[in-house]
């Protein structure tokens, strides 16, 4: 008799005790969808606000485009108008792999993940970005740690920590990209000398589309989707995986480090 938006639980006085066991099982289940159900509103309406602002922006820039008069003038237009499409793309993107890696899709691809090799091949991928921005990105590794797991979301989540790096790194800074083994545990880490993130914020700064105000001092882009630390906890989540952010060594900037199970 309940419509399918009814998810207010069943109430147990009004049925024979014989059933209680069976719907507070049901009650269970019901709380729990109401819950994905307004996260996913959420997201929704926060993905919509959050695409409402780079649009908006490339519509202005449009008009400043059709507006210039001369080559510099266009040139310049035109440069933040690649910028602009640029930063919505990497947004759209990052809203899809979130959207992959929702707890009702589909089980991990594990098989044997050299994270060395990874790091490798996370660094050559961004080294032309790095070198534009004058930064010092280099893979360091310790031995060939090996961790089973999804390679394809591994990869993504490493992409996430470099691009984030190198987001909030200054100019002439470094960020070191390292495969290692820590207590027996094989051990991603990405350490950078942008101006970190402050203690009280780090928890906060895996939450979608959260900013830190510490944070776009550096990177080419000043304000990032706020989605790659999301993304990086929902990867490490679904492998069991352990997150800690701290100050780099010497006190300046942030080491990201994503810990495995050992093996």
Not at 40 to 57: G, S, V
Not at 68 to 89: K, N, P, S, Y
Not at 243 to 258: F, W
């Amino acid at each position: 008799a309940r419509s399918v938006e009814a998810l207010h639980p069943i109430t147990l006085s009004a049925h024979p005790s014989e059933l209680h066991l069976l719907i507070g099982a049901i009650n269970d289940l019901m709380s729990r969808l109401g819950g994905a159900l307004s996260l996913q509103r959420l997201f929704l309406a926060d993905a919509a606000h959050e695409l409402r602002t780079p649009i908006t922006a490339l519509r202005l820039q449009l008009q400043l485009l059709e507006r210039t008069g001369d080559d510099v003038q266009r040139q310049a237009a035109m440069d933040h108008l690649r910028a602009g499409i640029e930063r919505a793309q990497h947004l759209v993107e990052q809203l899809l792999q979130l959207s992959r890696l929702a707890p009702e899709t589909p089980a991990l691809h594990r098989e044997p993940v050299d994270l060395a090799e990874l790091v490798r091949a996370a660094v050559s991928r961004f080294s032309a970005r790095a070198d534009q921005r004058k930064i010092d990105l280099g893979a360091v590794t310790d031995g060939n740690p090996v961790t089973e797991a999804d390679a394809q979301q591994l990869t993504i989540l490493l992409n996430n920590l470099v691009d984030n790096a190198l987001r909030h790194t200054p100019a002439g800074g470094r960020i070191d990209v390292a495969a290692c083994t820590d207590q027996g545990h094989p051990c991603l880490r990405v350490t950078d000398s942008g101006p970190g993130i402050p203690p009280a914020e780090r928890q906060r700064v895996f939450d979608r589309f959260y900013r830190s105000n510490n944070h776009g001092e550096g990177g080419g882009a000043p304000h990032g989707s706020g989605l790659g630390l999301a993304i990086v906890r929902a990867v490490a989540e679904r492998h069991g995986a352990h997150i800690s952010l701290e100050d780099a060594p010497g006190g300046s900037g942030l080491r990201v480090s994503v810990q495995f199970a050992a093996g």
